[in-house]
């Protein structure tokens, strides 16, 4: 858990949306923090030298496979070139942010607590009062 995700004004202030961009850039920095595996099977040491200089590595089922686990696949930040950005309604941070909070607010349905939990919670609560 990162301290402050959400929080603007020296933490006097909650924003929905600065929290969603928090929890990307979170998920970013996950997966710096997790290193890079160096292995036979994603250093593919025989593909390179199929698919050569120069050629296309997006095509092959071995960049599909593993694809999602190397990359953070962003939510929020928009990677296309401008030209699509722009056809997809050219989405700033931002509003693209509000939009995804206000999704989360109307849509999320939170798994139910595990049988006696909420009891539990009840239980500490009371014995700090």
Avoid: C
């Avoid at 301290?3 to 929905?16: A, D, I």
């Avoid at 998920?27 to 025989?46: F, P, Q």
């Avoid at 995804?100 to 109307?106: E, G, T, Y």
């Amino acid at each position: 858990m990162m301290y402050g995700m959400g929080m603007l004004e020296m933490g006097q202030t909650l924003s929905f949306s600065q929290m969603v961009m928090d929890d990307e850039i979170a998920a970013m920095v996950k997966r710096i923090v997790r290193g890079i595996d160096v292995n036979d099977e994603l250093m593919a040491v025989d593909l390179i030298k199929k698919v050569g200089i120069g050629g296309n590595f997006l095509g092959q089922k071995h960049t599909m496979k593993h694809l999602r686990d190397e990359q953070v696949q962003a939510g929020l930040l928009d990677r296309r070139m401008r030209g699509g950005w722009e056809k997809k309604g050219a989405k700033d941070l931002n509003q693209a942010s509000i939009e995804r909070a206000k999704a989360l607010i109307a849509d999320h349905k939170p798994a139910p607590l595990e049988d006696g939990l909420a009891e539990e919670l009840v239980k500490i609560a009371k014995s700090v009062e």
